[in-house]
């Protein structure tokens, strides 16, 4: 829960921690995220560079990430240092996950730098880590929190509250909860030729959403450096699918889906000793889904309506220790062990459901040096993975051992500009869907591998010549991705197969500029830009020597907010550029390509006393676009939100 | 006059013109719906002209200025008429054979297969219907019930034939039998399980069709029903398509590769049955090593008697291959996505 990482960062104001840092990191802290136009996490995310978010659409629609091209099933998403996991599609929605309580998003290349993790933290290529804060204990300010009341278009309301109250010195509890609400009917324009353009004014039809989020916070503090904190988080929701825009469709679809989770997790942290510091976690979480679908193709059902029920349970728990004999040196042992399952029932299934268990334990052993100059790193992750099912033979275990290795050298000692390099090698384990519930599931899928090579450079002016802050960062990188696990399609039905060599070549560039005048403007900059280029290798695939779909060539991301007193003024802007959609040109055969789009937001909020208000602009040049081919994102909409902190 | 490859196809307009597209008129040539992939929106119409050896990867596209919409099922020629069954867009387009030009669109529910006499457009709904269509107002007359998940169909005997092969939820396996000048189901013949294949008739009125089981102990299977008895009897051949021309039915037929899911290199295989002596004449006509893709569609164009073979990848790419009916290997032409359905144009 308390990404102690937070606090220390700033030393004089700049992002030392992220400068040094061997595997290249990005934040947002809590101040910057109020400036980018986010309700969500995935909204926060779309300005790390080397990300491409998979946006379906709409306010409840589905958003995955994927970083540097290796896909959403190698992002590791982490709530307040537990790493969240679905076994069953290998993806988590951010579009779940508010921005409304996290005190800051990191995302890590490779893994995150600080070696005292969940061994689950180092088993992911890339991980996206944001968190809550409790208040430290303040005896005349005891109790602290905000409410806010958000409203915009298609019939969106976005009421949500915090209270935190420290009880005493050593016990501070907090609770939560996030509601919204939206009809999401927007318009937009249909191309019914692919070739040319020929719109059509459609309106986006099922793609309504309600949802609750509640959370429940404990932490007791035992000394300084040592607690305990227990947290409960429940989340409901039930929304539209709307699909994909087919052409001349004249009904709505009819696909929803139910979504029941919740999940509970314990921690202990004990950091009073210099040389030893260790943590214990442990987390239960359930994962309940309802897919409904009505179609007269179904008409031998009750209502003809079809009903997919899933249900996960996760079991987890881990250990970590970190050993430091003095200031240079860290190492750490960590263990973790959890047991997943899946259960599912349809009543149109005709392959029996398979039950699956799955046990995983992770080990990992690592290694840091660190002086005023030079970091170097290096730790071995052991995974074992063992697996059951009801239905005939379980995929066959696993056992792997991967290494990570990490250096970072401050080139001269006057000025703090490093030079850094990574390598990490690091695989996924196929889903329960890859393996047991696709159409055809497949169980001797292969883990799907993957290779990351970085170098790159950072720089840090603590005294710019126009600006009061400068910090930029490249990395140049290359990432390749063996076994990859890919859908195939065949009579009668699909399929997936371990398909595909991926190479990714690619640079991203982040500079982040201050400039405050007459003490009383306030401007920052940031803009990230990301450069990659992908191609598929493998013989076999069927998209052999194209590029991988939605990953352009260019993309990028740009934040301005200027604050006067009480006033601030942001844009936001998010840059596509052109993206193989992995379908074909009817006309020409070649591969259908997306063309460029730029998203461009502003806000307008004005804060008295513990009151504030926002105004936002969405799509400010109603843009007729979309991530996902033919799952249109909304045109200019609008939000007024009004917030009260105490 | 033999010609071994084809140029590639003219390109339409360049994106973002509206400018009027340098298509070949119709005049002999083959029409080919290709599926394209579902929820994609890339169904298309090949089209390839013998004559000049040129052709339209769309000429849907190129002539109606739209797509042709989501997953182009089945399409027949009848009069002067092409009819297209969408049945992702749940859509029927009337197209003039002549042109490419659509005549009329409109919305139906799940359009699986098309068949046509007197006048009429039989158009059978995966829903569990079957609806008669007027080939000169256009309009649905009257709609019956058939099914549960009612696929191919076929006309013979003054008969339609619907291959009811079930539902999502359950398979069948029973053929409604329809009278056509009543428009009613009288009776439901039985058999095997999952009757989701290809369906013909051949000149004596015997009716074939492919059924796919259940995809684990139980099998798919090839049989004949018998004109008149409606005895249904196994033919002891394995089966992907087929095709009947004269007395022969045209099988095509490969091995799944397990770990690409498309046919194994050198496997696919075009099997002649004599459906009068019921015997196989040939276990293979063509050169196996030809076909680079998975075959999904087979015909044969009734004046030439040659046989087209429509592959696929099911998801980037189709190839058309052109053998004569010996077997021996003429021309290729690219295709869109699973080429479905071929319909030969002659000359006016």
């Known amino acids: 829960m308390h990404n102690k990482t937070l606090k220390e960062v700033t030393v004089n104001g700049k992002n030392i921690q992220i400068a040094r840092a061997a595997l290249p990191e990005q934040l947002k802290t809590e101040e910057e995220i109020s400036t980018l136009n986010a309700t969500n996490v995935a909204d926060v995310a779309k300005h790390f560079s080397g990300v491409t978010v998979k946006d379906y659409g709409g306010i409840g629609g589905l958003k995955t990430i994927s970083v540097r091209g290796l896909g959403a099933a190698h992002t590791g998403i982490c709530y307040d240092g537990v790493l969240m996991s679905d076994m069953q599609t290998g993806q988590v929605d951010l579009s779940q996950f508010s921005i409304e309580n996290i005190s800051g998003v990191f995302l890590f290349n490779g893994q995150p730098n600080d070696i005292l993790q969940p061994a689950r933290m180092f088993s992911s290529a890339s991980v996206l880590s944001f968190s809550t804060q409790m208040p430290d204990y303040d005896a005349k300010h005891t109790l602290s929190g905000h409410i806010a009341l958000k409203a915009g278009s298609f019939g969106m309301y976005n009421p949500s509250f915090l209270f935190a109250k420290n009880l005493s010195e050593k016990i501070g509890i907090s609770i939560s909860a996030n509601g919204e609400k939206a009809n999401g009917k927007y318009n937009f324009l249909s191309n019914i030729n692919p070739q040319g353009h020929n719109y059509i004014e459609k309106t986006r039809e099922n793609s309504d959403v309600t949802s609750l989020r509640t959370e429940q916070n404990l932490i007791y503090r035992i000394r300084k450096n040592e607690f305990i904190s227990l947290k409960n988080n429940q989340y409901y929701s039930e929304r539209g699918l709307p699909g994909a825009d087919i052409f001349y469709s004249t009904s709505a679809t009819t696909d929803r889906l139910r979504d029941k989770n919740f999940f509970s997790q314990i921690q202990y942290e004990n950091k009073v000793s210099g040389y030893l510091q260790y943590l214990f976690s442990a987390k239960y979480s359930s994962l309940n889904s309802k897919f409904t679908e009505i179609n007269p193709n179904y008409s031998t059902l009750p209502n003809e309506m079809r009903i997919d029920n899933f249900a996960q349970h996760e079991y987890y728990l881990t250990s970590a220790v970190q050993y430091r004999p003095n200031t240079n040196f860290a190492f750490s042992s960590s263990l973790d062990w959890s047991r997943n399952d899946l259960f599912s029932n349809s009543n149109i299934s005709f392959v029996a459901d398979a039950s699956p268990v799955r046990n995983t334990g992770l080990a990992n052993f690592a290694g840091k040096y660190i002086n005023e100059r030079l970091t170097i790193g290096a730790n071995m992750l052991y995974t074992l993975c063992y697996e059951t099912s009801q239905t005939g033979t379980p995929s066959p275990n696993k056992y792997k051992w991967t290494p990570t290795v990490s250096i970072s050298y401050k080139l001269f000692n006057q000025k703090e500009i490093r030079i850094r390099a990574f390598y990490k090698n690091i695989f996924r384990l196929p889903t329960f869907t890859d393996l047991y519930y696709h159409d055809f599931g497949y169980k001797d899928l292969r883990p799907e591998y993957t290779k990351q090579f970085n170098v790159g450079f950072t720089y840090i002016e603590p005294k710019p010549l126009f600006f009061n802050e400068l910090e930029c960062s490249i990395d140049g990188y290359y990432n390749r991705i063996t076994d990859k696990i890919t859908v195939v399609y065949g009579m009668p039905f699909s399929t997936v197969r371990n398909i595909g060599l991926v190479d990714i070549k690619g640079c991203d560039l982040n500079l982040k500029l201050g400039k405050a005048l007459n003490k009383r403007i306030n401007i920052q900059l940031n803009l990230n830009y990301s450069l990659q280029f992908t191609e598929d290798k493998d013989k076999n695939s069927v998209t052999f020597g194209s590029s991988l779909p939605y990953t352009p060539n260019n993309s990028g991301s740009a934040s301005l907010s200027i604050r006067y007193m009480k006033l601030e003024l942001g844009y936001n802007l998010l840059y596509a550029g052109t993206r193989n959609t992995g379908s074909i040109n009817t006309s020409t055969l070649k591969p259908k390509l997306m063309t460029p789009y730029g998203d461009h937001n502003i806000y307008c909020k004005y804060s008295l006393g513990k009151f504030s208000i926002n105004g936002e602009i969405l799509n400010v040049s109603n843009t007729n676009y979309s991530i996902v081919d033919y799952y249109p994102m909304p045109g200019r909409n609008y939000r007024l939100s009004v917030n009260y902190k105490f | ?348």
Request: aromatic content about 10%.
């Open chain 2, 1 to 348: 006059m033999l010609i071994t490859t084809v140029s590639p196809f003219l390109t339409s307009c360049d994106s973002g013109k509206d400018t009027q597209v340098k298509t070949p008129e119709v005049s002999a040539g083959v029409f080919v719906l290709n599926e394209g992939q579902f929820e994609k929106n890339n169904a298309s119409l090949t089209y390839y002209d013998f004559t000049t050896g040129f052709g339209s990867n769309d000429i849907f596209l190129d002539k109606n200025n739209r797509g042709l919409g989501d997953t182009g099922q089945d399409m027949i020629k009848y009069g002067s008429k092409l009819y297209i069954a969408v049945y992702g867009s749940n859509t029927i387009e009337v197209v003039d054979a002549a042109s490419g030009i659509s005549l009329k669109s409109f919305s139906l529910q799940s359009p699986r297969s098309l068949t046509a006499a007197n006048g009429k457009v039989y158009i059978v709904q995966f829903d569990g219907h079957v609806a008669q269509m007027d080939t000169t107002t256009y309009a649905i007359d009257k709609t019956i019930a058939v099914g549960p998940g009612p696929n191919k169909s076929v006309i013979a005997n003054a008969k339609l034939y619907v291959a009811n092969s079930g539902s999502f939820a359950a398979k069948d396996s029973t053929i409604s039998v329809i009278n056509l000048s009543t428009f009613s189901e009288t009776k439901k013949i039985v058999v095997n399980l999952n009757p989701y294949g290809e369906m013909q008739a051949d000149s004596y009125g015997n009716v074939y069709i492919v059924s796919n089981g259940n995809y684990s102990n139980i099998p798919g299977k090839f049989q004949r029903i018998e004109a008149g008895t409606d005895k249904v009897t196994d033919i002891n051949i394995p089966v992907q398509g087929f095709v009947i021309e004269g007395d022969n039915a045209y099988i095509f037929n490969y091995s799944v590769d397990f770990s690409t899911w498309q046919a194994a290199a050198g496997t696919s295989t075009i099997t002649v049955y004599d459906v009068k002596n019921e015997k196989k004449l040939n276990d293979n006509i063509i050169t196996s090593s030809s076909v680079e893709l998975t075959p999904y569609s087979i015909a044969v164009n009734p004046i030439t008697k040659d046989i087209y073979l429509g592959t696929t990848d099911y998801s980037t790419k189709g190839k058309m291959y052109c053998f004569d009916s010996t077997g021996k290997s003429k021309f290729s032409f690219s295709t869109g996505i699973s080429p479905s359905k071929t319909v030969f144009i002659s000359k006016k």
